[in-house]
Every structure is written in structure tokens, then in C-alpha cells.
């Protein structure tokens, strides 16, 4: 800001018309006030020493740029339009030259100028300018404005602790209203441009206008800043308050022998991390955390994330472990009491017992058991868990989509927890239970993150020694975990995380099977589930044969229970009225409980027409019997696929019919048939979608039956992929078609030559129900179909 001084009266006729200008940056300079500033250009130096040598005035203008209070080392031609058209005319009061080529002015405006034309650019600015006289002139309208400004101006200089208070009066002293508006506006905190809007208005009036816009302006600013800093120093006073009485309470409680409560906390977070023995690294992080939470206020927020934090790590088993039961006799007892069949998993927990027992120290297997919906694999991991003795922990992954529930949130997030997977841990009590990963092949991703990429280290045994979580920020040992997954299908698996895991398949059940697992587990169960006495309610074994024909089509068992529990539901009701006292569901009672039937066999129901031929395929719930129906009519060579085919059965569909276009002659077919006819395959069951190889050779044997008008035998079934040259190739599945084939009554199989080896995996009593047909070429299975 310009200083205000005493004006020194110099008459415009003593200003010269020709003056050097000297560029000023970031202020202004108006008549009657006093400015002191630096000079440090050479150029500028050697005016100012030329005005000291003649009459001491120059011109100075404002820079349109900003800068340091200094002229251009060399000005140049365009120099000059970078400067104002409108400046003052000031007197040298004082110069002093300092060290380092400084000269130290003092200087005094005059009269406000404007520029006619720049003479000289160098070595420094010469000018041509015209004065600008104010025309002082008194209304009621000027002495209103000068008054409201007057009274705004000394607000100002109250609430600026860096004005003297004298500034206010000698305000009021100033006569000329020009000269109170310079004087106001040189004083005031505004911008270059504001200042010179002013410099350069001439009209008195408009003048005073504008200086009383600023003024407002001003006035709101520093009412703000003083509300602001009342407002921070009142809240500094009441921390300060706070922060003496906590003191002072401190200083009693000790004086009285009493503990604080947030020196408690530490001290007890201090003994459960000595007790608990930490690793190293958690060691570390949790006395940093601890020292940390030492320092901070019980109100703070941070205090909270610091204990929740301390809380979570001192509440994992570290070195906490369950004993294993290595009695193998004891664990296969277990096994086989609660399940029937399954004898793989159950044979891979014996030899992962086995292998403990004789080398304490091995690393948990991860199993990963795939099969239908039904069939036992998540009881069973928790039958693992009771014939080892461990703690059993399970979460769904289905649907699960955020790689945080795996890995846990960083402590950054408010509300961070651990992933699911320590948290697992923690409700485990022991770092070595059997933890059930349900539904992994139901894993989604999006843009919150890939869980199953999060799985890959937690699933490796190379490196799950030490699981990294989010929030706790240090390894964490799993490789003592037996971790155990469950899928209904491996498709949908990324292949390295599939590659991490030993697949163990469970298929379905047979008809045999399932009517002992009924009366063994399902029929007790539901019993003692409805209230009901071994009494009350008996079920024969042709009843229990119904249901699950009649009743359930599945590879499991879910929907045979439910069956169970209408009839026990129905039984408790007339117990219940009293009506009965015992029950015992014969087969003819089965339809006044359940209605009619909701299955009927397939093979049953199938005509013996030319066209139509018997497949196998497997889906997620197992296996499933797959009419293929094929038919011609006059047309031109077009072949029409319906019934929701995908891309690689309608391509089997395409090579079944060049192979018998290609064999035509030998297969006893007219070779004009194909020209003057349209060919349509149908899978029925249209609204659902069907893909994949192995309905080949059906579609081939349909398609030879419907042309030759042969029908194809009774009770035959058949799968397996077919090449161009007639080849049969092996498929997948075996098991489940096999198994749905004799739930329907099949009584022959033609299956590929490839496929014998997965016989082991058929129950003996189906084998022995069923006749098995390995065929190499299609020409064998043809003569099989057609054969009387």
C-alpha cells in the first residue's frame, strides 16, 4: 500500500509535456501519494539519474503484467504495449544508492497523464502526454457519497490491525473529493486492474461510485475474516478448556490410585500381544500400532481404527491349533456313518490322515469336489472336519464379486474389515480347520475386482505360508488349513486357479443307492424334523421306489427329501388330529400324499418310428436321456435345427449328414433324396438350450433311420462324437449319462471305444443291469441300431 504523506503543492504548469515513464508492476500510483520502492535495471537507473539532474519528475504507468516492482533489463519496441494509456506524474522526494546496484526512491504523485506517443524506447521510455486536471466541484450528491465513504473507510482501517488509526481522521480532513477518493483507493486491498479503473476515471462523481463499491467489498472480506478467526479462536479456547480439565482429572485419578481408562486398554492390548507370541513382522506392526494408539486421545477417531485394528490381530490364532485324530479306524467310521457311498473323498481323507500321521508337518490338500446339485459335497466337508477332529469354517462364494472379500480392505476405508477369509480364521479359533470355499465356480468379477484371482495365492500351497490380508498388512500362515471347495460344474473355473486344486468327482446316485441313503439318513432325519415317532410313520421299500421314479428326476437327493417331508407332513397332520396312531406308506399310498406323478420313463413312452433315436447328455444337475428326432419333405437340399441348438451341435448335426451324403450308395439310400428334399432335426424340450459333441452319433443314427425308414431297437440308448471318415470319439460324463440311463430303464449302450476305461466308475449292479456296446466306427453302431 502508498504511504500517505503530506502533499507537496506543485502547479501543473511546472510538469513538463514530455516525460520518461517508468513502468510499475502490480500497483499503482495516484496524485498526492507517496510510494518508496526499488529500482534494479540499468536502464532504469540512468533515468532516474537523468530526472535527479534536471527536475526530479517522471511518469510512471502501470504494467498490464504482472512482476517485480522493476523495468525490462533492455525495453524494446512492443514494450510499450504492454503498459497502460492512463498514468501519474510523480516527484523524486528522496534517492539513495544502495549496495548491489540498488537505488532506493522515494517518490510523490502529482497529476494523472495520458500518453499521446512513445518518442524513445531506448534506453529508457520517453513520452509525449497530456495532464488531466480534476475539476473539483461540491453537490449534495458528491458530499453524500464522500460522507458514506468516509464512515466505510474508517470500518476499514477498525477492523485492519495494520492500519494506523490516524488514517481514519486525516481522511476526514481532506477537503477535495478527487484527492479523498485517491487517497482511500491507494490504501484499500484491491487488484491492479481495480485500481487503475479509478486512476482512470476523470469524472469525480463516477470516481467516488467505484472507490464505494471497493470499499464494500473490502468491508465484507475483512468482516468474514474477523468471523473466522473469532470462531477459530473460540474453538482453540475450548480445546485448550478440555484439554486442562483432562489434565487436572488425570492428576486426581493418580493422586486417588486410579488407572485412566485409555492406559487400561493399552495395557491390556500390551499383555495379549506378549501372550498371544506373535511373528516377527505382526510383532512389529502391532507394537507400532500400539505406540501409536499411546499418543492419541480415546475421542479421537483414529483412536478407534488404531484398537479395532489391535483388536483383530490379537485375536488371531497365531500358533492356536486343534489336535488331529490320526485313529484311522475312528475317522473311516465317521466317514461311513454319516455318508453312504462317496468312497473316493472319503479314501483321500484316509491317506491325507495317513500321511499326517507319519509326517506331522504336511501341508493341508485343497479338494476341490464337483458334481450335481444334491449329492452330498458340503455335508460331506463337514463330515471331513468331525472324523478330523478340526473346527469346520464355510462361506459362499456364489455371487461374490469384490476382491476385497477376499483380501480384506485397506485400514484407509472407513469401516475396514478383514477379507472372509481371516475372518473365517478368527471364528476358527485355530489356524488348522477344515474351510469349505462353497460354490467357487459361481465366482464373478466386474470392476470391483477378479475374487478369483485373489483365490489363486490363498489356494497355492507355495504360497498361502503367507496370505497377505488388506487390512492387516501382514502375512498370515494357511498353509495348516485343509481347504476344500465345492463346484456343480469345473467349466467356469479360470484354469489356474482349476490347476491349484485335486478334483474329486462326485456323480449321482444309483436307484439302489438312493433307496438306502432314504431309509439309512433322509427317512430319520425328517422324522425326528416333524416331531414324528419311529412309530408313527414306516415307508416300504416299493414306496420309497416310487417316489424317486415317479416323483424326482435328479442326480441328488434334494428333491427326493422334499418328497419325504410332504408325506411325514401329511402323516403329522392325522397324528396330530388324532385319527392315527401309525403309518406305513405302502406303494399305492404314495399318490394320496404326493398326487399324481410328475416323471414318467421316457423309454416307456417311445414309438418305434422311423426317425427317432435315444441319446445321452449331461448337464449340471447329471444326466439326462435326449430324444432326437429327425424328418424330410419335398424341397431343395435346405436343413432346418430347432430345439435351442448350440454352434457345436448343429456343426455335428451338419457332419452327420455329409458323412451319409458321402456314404449314401452303401447305407441303401437313393442319391437323389438329398435334391428333392428338406431335412429337420428337433431336440425336444425346445425352451431349453443344449450344445456340445456327443449327440453325434444320435443325430447320424436318426438321420439313417428316418431316410431308410428303419426303426431303431428298443430300449437302446447311445453317445459319442463323430469325425467326417466315420470315427467315434470319446466323450465326457460317462458316469451321469449311465446313471440316468438306468433310472429310465435303458437296457443297451453303444458308447465310444475310447470310453471303456471310465467302467470302474460304474456300479457293479448297473453294469450288470445294462449291456455295454464299444463301437470304433459308425458303421458298427449302425448295424447295432437296425439289427432285428
Request: hydrophobic share 40%; net charge neutral; glycine share 6%.
Amino acid at each position: 500500500m502508498t504511504e500517505p504523506r503530506q502533499p507537496i503543492d506543485i502547479g501543473t504548469e511546472k510538469i513538463p509535456e514530455t516525460l520518461s515513464i517508468l513502468p510499475l508492476f502490480d500497483t499503482v500510483l495516484f496524485p498526492k501519494m507517496v510510494l518508496p520502492f526499488v529500482v534494479m535495471q540499468e536502464n532504469s537507473i540512468r533515468l532516474i539519474d537523468d530526472a535527479m539532474s534536471k527536475d526530479r519528475i517522471i511518469g510512471f504507468v502501470a504494467s498490464k503484467q504482472s512482476g517485480k516492482i522493476e523495468v525490462k533489463a533492455e525495453p524494446r519496441e512492443e514494450s510499450k504495449d504492454d503498459l497502460y494509456n492512463v498514468g501519474t506524474s510523480a516527484l523524486i522526494l528522496k534517492m539513495a544508492k544502495a549496495e548491489n546496484n540498488k537505488v532506493q526512491l522515494l517518490v510523490q504523485g502529482l497529476e494523472r497523464f495520458r500518453i499521446k506517443e512513445y518518442t524513445q524506447t531506448d534506453p529508457y521510455l520517453l513520452a509525449n502526454v497530456v495532464h488531466i486536471k480534476d475539476e473539483e466541484k461540491t453537490d449534495k450528491e458528491i458530499e453524500a457519497l464522500k460522507t458514506n465513504i468516509s464512515g466505510l473507510f474508517i470500518r476499514i482501517v477498525q477492523l485492519s490491525p495494520g492500519l494506523p488509526q490516524e488514517l481514519g481522521l486525516m481522511a476526514q480532513s481532506i477537503q477535495e473529493a478527487g484527492v479523498f477518493a485517491d487517497m482511500v483507493s491507494s490504501i484499500i486491498n484491491s487488484t491492479r486492474d481495480e485500481k487503475q479503473k479509478i486512476l482512470e476515471t476523470h469524472d469525480i462523481k463516477k470516481r467516488l461510485k467505484e472507490v464505494t463499491r471497493l470499499v464494500n467489498h473490502q468491508i465484507e472480506i475483512l468482516e468474514l475474516g474477523n468471523k473466522i478467526q473469532t470462531q477459530v479462536k473460540g474453538d482453540m479456547d475450548k480445546s485448550q478448556r478440555e484439554y486442562y480439565l483432562r489434565q487436572q482429572l488425570k492428576a486426581i485419578k493418580e493422586e486417588l490410585g486410579e488407572k485412566d481408562g485409555s492406559s487400561v486398554e493399552i495395557d491390556e492390548y500390551r499383555a495379549k500381544i506378549a501372550k498371544i507370541k506373535l511373528p516377527e513382522i505382526a510383532l512389529k506392526e502391532a507394537e507400532r500400532e500400539l505406540s501409536r494408539l499411546a499418543r492419541m486421545h480415546p475421542s479421537s477417531s483414529e483412536y478407534t481404527v488404531a484398537s479395532t485394528y489391535l483388536d483383530w490381530i490379537t485375536s488371531l490364532p497365531w500358533n492356536s491349533s486343534t489336535e488331529d485324530n490320526l485313529d484311522l479306524g475312528k475317522a473311516e467310521k465317521i466317514l461311513e456313518d454319516d455318508h453312504f457311498g462317496l468312497e473316493k473323498p472319503k479314501k483321500r481323507v484316509i491317506e491325507y490322515l495317513a500321511v499326517r500321521k507319519l509326517k506331522p508337518e504336511s501341508k493341508g490338500p485343497i479338494l476341490c469336489l464337483a458334481g450335481p446339485p444334491g449329492t452330498g459335497k458340503t455335508s460331506l466337508g463337514r463330515s471331513i472336519a468331525r472324523a478330523l477332529g478340526r473346527k469346520f469354517i464355510r462361506i459362499s462364494l456364489g455371487g461374490v464379486r469384490d476382491e476385497a472379500e477376499i483380501r480384506g480392505h485397506r485400514r484407509t476405508y472407513v469401516g475396514a474389515l478383514p477379507g472372509r477369509i481371516i475372518q473365517g480364521i478368527r471364528r476358527a479359533e485355530s489356524n488348522n480347520p477344515v474351510f469349505m470355499l462353497d460354490e467357487i465356480d459361481k465366482v464373478g468379477s466386474d470392476f470391483r475386482g477378479d475374487p478369483s484371482s485373489a483365490l489363486l495365492e490363498v489356494l497355492d500351497p507355495e504360497q498361502n505360508f503367507s496370505f497377505s490380508d488388506h487390512y492387516l498388512d501382514v502375512p498370515f500362515d494357511l498353509s495348516k488349513v485343509m481347504f476344500i471347495t465345492t463346484a456343480n460344474i469345473l467349466d467356469t473355473i479360470p484354469s489356474a486357479l482349476l490347476d491349484r486344486m485335486e478334483v474329486l468327482r462326485l456323480s449321482g446316485y444309483t436307484l439302489d443307492e438312493k433307496i438306502k441313503i432314504t431309509n439309512k439318513y433322509l427317512i430319520p432325519r425328517q422324522r425326528e424334523a416333524h416331531g414324528l415317532k419311529y412309530s408313527h410313520i414306516k415307508f416300504t421299500r416299493g414306496a420309497i421306489n416310487d417316489i424317486i421314479v415317479g416323483y424326482t428326476r435328479e442326480a441328488g437327493l434334494r428333491n427326493l427329501e422334499r418328497e419325504i417331508a410332504t408325506i411325514c407332513r401329511g402323516v403329522a397332520v392325522k397324528v396330530a388330529q388324532e385319527e392315527i396312531k401309525t403309518a406305513t406308506v405302502k406303494k399305492q399310498d404314495v399318490f394320496s400324499y404326493l398326487g399324481p406323478v410328475h416323471f414318467s420313463t421316457e423309454v416307456r413312452s417311445q414309438i418305434l418310428t422311423p426317425g427317432v433315436a435315444l441319446g445321452l447328455a449331461w448337464t449340471e444337475a447329471g444326466g439326462v436321456l435326449l430324444f432326437i428326432e429327425a424328418t424330410a419333405m419335398k424341397g431343395k437340399k435346405a436343413l432346418t435345427l430347432t430345439g435351442q441348438l448350440g454352434d457345436v451341435m448343429k456343426e455335428s448335426a451338419t457332419a452327420a449328414l455329409s458323412f451319409i451324403r458321402t456314404h449314401a450308395k452303401r447305407l441303401g439310400i437313393d442319391e437323389d433324396f438329398f435334391e428333392k428334399h428338406d431335412i429337420h432335426i428337433h431336440v425336444p424340450a425346445g425352451a431349453t438350450p443344449k450344445d456340445g459333441p456327443s449327440a453325434g452319433v444320435t443325430m447320424l443314427t436318426a438321420l439313417v433311420s428316418m431316410m431308410t425308414n428303419k426303426p431303431i431297437q428298443k430300449n437302446l440308448a447311445m453317445t459319442g462324437e463323430i469325425t467326417l471318415r466315420g470315427k467315434i470319439l470319446p466323450v465326457g460324463g460317462i458316469k451321469e449319462k449311465v446313471l440316468a440311463a438306468h433310472r429310465s430303464g435303458i437296457k443297451t449302450i453303444i458308447m465310444p471305444a475310447w470310453n471303456k476305461k471310465d467302467m470302474e466308475d460304474i456300479p457293479e449292479k448297473v453294469q450288470k443291469d445294462i449291456e455295454f456296446i464299444f463301437a470304433e466306427k459308425m458303421m458298427d453302431v449302425l448295424k447295432i441300431a437296425f439289427a432285428q
